[in-house]
């Protein structure tokens, strides 16, 4: 855990995607708030490319700035259930099949002790 003030700290987690579209998906920026068991933590903000695989699984990296408060509660949560529940909630801007548009999206998974890095 990298402290950035006494309040905050930066984390970095593994979201993973599914693209079910027969074509790859070109993501462009992504501007996103995170809730993590119910609670906002963070806002995101992707403003490099990327692809997702037309019929995969892809996975990024996200890091965030997260009040420790959130911190110790999500770790609390992780601890007891195995699993700590997230959903990004924003727009997202990307090219499928050469039509570029910015669309609102919300996505929810869980996050495993694998994939949060303190």
């Given at each position: 855990?990298?402290?950035?003030?006494?309040?905050?700290s930066k984390l970095s987690a593994n979201i993973q995607v599914?693209?079910?579209?027969?074509?790859?998906?070109?993501?462009?920026?992504?501007?996103?708030?995170?809730?993590?068991?119910?609670?906002?933590?963070?806002?995101?903000?992707?403003d490099s490319i990327f692809v997702v695989p037309a019929q995969?699984?892809?996975?990024?990296?996200?890091?965030?700035?997260?009040?420790?408060?959130?911190?110790?509660?999500?770790?609390?949560?992780?601890?007891?259930?195995?699993?700590?529940?997230?959903?990004?909630?924003?727009?997202?801007?990307?090219?499928?099949?050469?039509?570029?548009?910015?669309?609102?999206?919300?996505?929810?998974?869980?996050?495993?002790?694998?994939?949060?890095?303190?």
């Amino acid at each position: 855990m990298r402290l950035k003030s006494l309040n905050e700290s930066k984390l970095s987690a593994n979201i993973q995607v599914f693209n079910p579209n027969k074509y790859q998906v070109t993501i462009k920026r992504i501007d996103a708030e995170i809730m993590v068991n119910g609670n906002q933590w963070s806002k995101y903000q992707l403003d490099s490319i990327f692809v997702v695989p037309a019929q995969s699984l892809f996975s990024f990296p996200i890091d965030l700035k997260v009040k420790n408060s959130s911190v110790l509660a999500g770790i609390a949560h992780l601890s007891s259930a195995g699993e700590l529940p997230y959903e990004m909630k924003g727009k997202i801007k990307g090219t499928f099949r050469s039509i570029t548009a910015e669309v609102p999206f919300v996505y929810s998974n869980k996050f495993s002790g694998d994939d949060i890095r303190f």
